[in-house]
Nanobody
Framework: QVQLVESGGGLVQPGGSLKLSCVAS????????MAWFRQAPGKEREGVSC???????YYADSVKGRFTISRDSAKNTLYLQMNSLKVENTAVYYC???????????????????WGQGTQVTGSS
């Protein structure tokens, strides 16, 4: 059974940091393009960052320089290190996997094969 399970969300003050994890099971994640998406209240889901099998990485302009995506193939796990968090980063963050590729027009455009259930990130002072 294919699963993507996110963790690491929570409540954080502006300027703080969180590290999200996404553990994949039922498939070998290193053969897939992986991504983080988010959906804020009242808004559509949007791409945050993605990493392709060839190592290509894309970031949304709003998170460049603050967020870092990485993957650990041995652990079948995807990460998102989020620094200098802002209140407007409040959203449910989802992990996703795509068989082919994620492009950056707009960021993380692609056919998603698997979705995680999401983890809540709340920025609040």
């Amino acid at each position: 059974q294919v699963q993507l399970v996110e963790s690491g969300g929570g409540l954080v003050q502006p300027g703080g940091s969180l590290k999200l994890s996404c553990v994949a099971s039922g498939f070998t994640a290193r053969y897939y393009a992986m991504a983080w998406f988010r959906q804020a209240p009242g808004k559509e889901r949007e791409g945050v960052s993605c990493i392709n099998g060839d190592g290509t990485i894309y970031y949304a302009d709003s998170v460049k320089g603050r967020f870092t995506i990485s993957r650990d193939s041995a652990k079948n796990t995807l990460y998102l290190q989020m620094n200098s968090l802002k209140v407007e980063n409040t959203a449910v963050y989802y992990c996703a996997a795509s068989g082919p590729y994620f492009s950056d027009s707009p960021v993380c455009t692609g056919t998603v094969d698997y979705w995680g259930q999401g983890t809540q990130v709340t920025g609040s002072s």
